[in-house]
Structure formats: structure tokens, C-alpha cells
T-cell receptor, first 113, second 115 residues
Framework: GQNIDQPTEMTATEGAIVQINCTYQ??????LFWYQQHAGEAPTFLSY????GLEEKGRFSSFLSRSKGYSYLLLKELQMKDSASYLCAVRGEYGGSQGNLIFGKGTKLSVKP | DTEVTQTPKHLVMGMTNKKSLKCEQH?????MYWYKQKAKKPPELMFVYSYEKLSINESVPSRFSPECPNSSLLNLHLHALQPEDSALYLC??????????????FGPGTRLTVT
């Protein structure tokens, strides 16, 4: 079966650092994505990991451990505009070359002043 | 151009109507997707087209009928929908070549209300 777990909600303070965890059990693994989604808007791509380790992109970093089925998204120097839902998604494998994504339920992050 | 466009932005339709949602991208992506997203839920994959051929249908009811007329366009034809089909319908596209990142670019969505 397919299962992706992440916390439902998190709260953090402006200027702080927050880590959003994601664990997954999927049939097939071809990469893990993090997306940001503001209420009423489409998801926007944040990061992609297919090999173990840390990928850094400005204030955002993402880590992957394939052996543990675990990833996290690290947000530094939090800003009010970072208040959004953060979706962890795993690309499964249907035997073709398309990138079907299985999304977790999302973590709603609230950044307080 | 990294934009995926969707029309219309909002759609209200009755249960006996026939309507279509449209999606367009000009990034040269050969994989295109339809997702359904209910409020406070993650997107759920409905269909995947790869090189203009339907490759995944996630057991979607036949009242939803996808069509990919060319590599830039993706349609979703709607007929005899139910009120529970009201949701945000998202289109996305990505590269389809093996070894690419398959990063999906999402359109802004069509907010559908079935009355």
C-alpha cells in the first residue's frame, strides 16, 4: 500500500527555524518532492531529492534517507509569508516514464510574529 | 515560460450539464496530469497522459473523460456530475524522459461547483 505521513499542523515564530518531517511507505520510489501550497492556490515546487542527503536552496533545505523512508523540509529565517501548507509527495513507479505523485496530507504551518 | 494555464478559473454547473476544463502548457513537457483537490486535503491523482497517450487512470468514474489533443493541451470533459464532485481541479505538467526530475508544474486550478 501507499502511505505518506507528515504532521497535520505546526506553529513557529518569525525568524526561527522549523523542520517538517515526512515518512513514507510506497510501492516504488523514484524521488521525493516538497511543495508549498497557500490557501486557494496551486502547489508550487520547493525541492526534489532522489539520492540520500541534503539539498539546499536558499532558505529551504530538504533531506532524504531512502533506507529509513524519511525526509524533512527545513525552513530557515521564517517569514510571515511562509505560512502555508507543505506537501510531501513521493513519485511512485507505474512502469512508465511519467512522474505520478502520491501526496501526503500536508502540514499546515502557521508563522507567528 | 514556466506557466501552466487553466480555464475557466471558476465553473458552476448543474448535474445534467456538459462542460469542459482546459489546460495548456508550452514548456515542451510530454507528461500532463489531472488532479482533484477537496478542501483541506492533498491533491489526488486522476489521470496521467504521457506522450499524448493515457497511461494512468486512477479508477476515475466515467463521468470524467480526459482528452489530450496535442502535446500542449489537456482537456477534462465533464458530464452528469454529482455535488460531491465539487472541488479544485488542478492540471500539471512535467518532463517525461527517464532520468529527468519529473518536477511537476501546476496550473492555478479550476474551482468547480456542481449544483
Amino acid at each position: 500500500g501507499q502511505n505518506i505521513d507528515q504532521p497535520t499542523e505546526m506553529t513557529a515564530t518569525e525568524g526561527a527555524i522549523v523542520q517538517i518531517n515526512c515518512t513514507y511507505q510506497t510501492s516504488g520510489f523514484n524521488g521525493l518532492f516538497w511543495y508549498q501550497q497557500h490557501a486557494g492556490e496551486a502547489p508550487t515546487f520547493l525541492s526534489y531529492n532522489v539520492l540520500d542527503g541534503l539539498e539546499e536552496k536558499g532558505r529551504f533545505s530538504s533531506f532524504l534517507s531512502r533506507s529509513k523512508g524519511y525526509s524533512y523540509l527545513l525552513l530557515k529565517e521564517l517569514q510571515m509569508k511562509d505560512s502555508a501548507s507543505y506537501l510531501c509527495a513521493v513519485r511512485g513507479e507505474y512502469g512508465g516514464s511519467q512522474g505520478n505523485l502520491i501526496f501526503g496530507k500536508g502540514t499546515k504551518l502557521s508563522v507567528k510574529p | 515560460d514556466t506557466e501552466v494555464t487553466q480555464t475557466p478559473k471558476h465553473l458552476v454547473m448543474g448535474m445534467t450539464n456538459k462542460k469542459s476544463l482546459k489546460c495548456e502548457q508550452h514548456m515542451g513537457h510530454r507528461a500532463m496530469y489531472w488532479y482533484k483537490q477537496k478542501a483541506k486535503k492533498p491533491p489526488e491523482l486522476m489521470f496521467v497522459y504521457s506522450y499524448e497517450k493515457l497511461s494512468i487512470n486512477e479508477s476515475v468514474p466515467s463521468r470524467f473523460s480526459p482528452e489530450c489533443p496535442n502535446s500542449s493541451l489537456l482537456n477534462l470533459h465533464l458530464h452528469a456530475l454529482q455535488p460531491e464532485d465539487s472541488a479544485l481541479y488542478l492540471c500539471a505538467s512535467s518532463q517525461a524522459d527517464r532520468g529527468s526530475s519529473y518536477e511537476q508544474y501546476f496550473g492555478p486550478g479550476t474551482r468547480l461547483t456542481v449544483t
